[in-house]
């Protein structure tokens, strides 16, 4: 990646991140690149209709989408240590540990259920950010 694709009077060049992808434009014979947008019947066209038609709702599915990971990443991630850390080999070395939060099996699997939303409309917004995706490259 990128990767380059000829086409008649130019080249289409596509680049993917984590996820999804973070380029995918049209490069006409002078250099200029324009980026291609998705079949508006796609689910990353209808989330570009909507940012279009609705540019503050837009903002704010994302703000709370961005939120709702993070969350859920720090609620997700404790969860894991503490089952990890009561692994009877680990408990012997370092000692038990107990997490400072502690919900119920309904709440743990809404709050990864909400946090695989937010990963999934981060996706639909063909963005990409520099920091979130740096891992592709």
Same mark, same amino acid.
């Given at each position: 990646?990128?990767?380059?694709?000829?086409?008649?009077?130019?080249?289409?060049?596509?680049?993917?991140?984590?996820?999804?992808?973070?380029?995918?434009?049209?490069?006409?014979? @002078?250099?200029?690149? #324009? !980026?291609?947008?998705? +079949?508006?019947?796609? %689910?990353?066209?209808?989330? /570009?209709? &909507?940012?279009?038609?609705?540019?503050?709702?837009?903002?704010?599915?994302?703000?709370?989408?961005?939120?709702?990971?993070?969350?859920?990443?720090?609620?997700?991630?404790?969860?894991?240590?503490? @089952?990890?850390?009561? #692994? !009877?080999?680990?408990? +012997?070395?370092?000692? %038990?540990?107990?997490?400072? /939060?502690? &919900?119920?099996?309904?709440?743990?699997?809404?709050?990864?259920?909400?946090?695989?939303?937010?990963?999934?409309?981060?996706?639909?917004r063909l963005r990409y950010h520099w920091l979130?995706?740096?891992?592709?490259?």
């Amino acid at each position: 990646m990128p990767a380059t694709f000829p086409v008649p009077g130019g080249t289409i060049e596509v680049a993917r991140s984590e996820f999804g992808l973070k380029r995918c434009h049209y490069v006409g014979p @002078s250099g200029s690149a #324009v !980026p291609l947008n998705p +079949e508006p019947r796609s %689910a990353e066209g209808k989330r /570009l209709r &909507l940012e279009r038609r609705h540019p503050g709702l837009s903002r704010a599915i994302g703000a709370v989408s961005l939120v709702v990971l993070a969350v859920g990443l720090v609620v997700l991630a404790l969860q894991l240590a503490e @089952s990890i850390l009561q #692994v !009877p080999p680990v408990v +012997e070395r370092w000692g %038990a540990w107990e997490s400072p /939060l502690s &919900l119920p099996w309904w709440a743990t699997t809404g709050i990864g259920v909400a946090t695989v939303s937010g990963a999934i409309e981060r996706a639909l917004r063909l963005r990409y950010h520099w920091l979130l995706d740096g891992a592709a490259g």
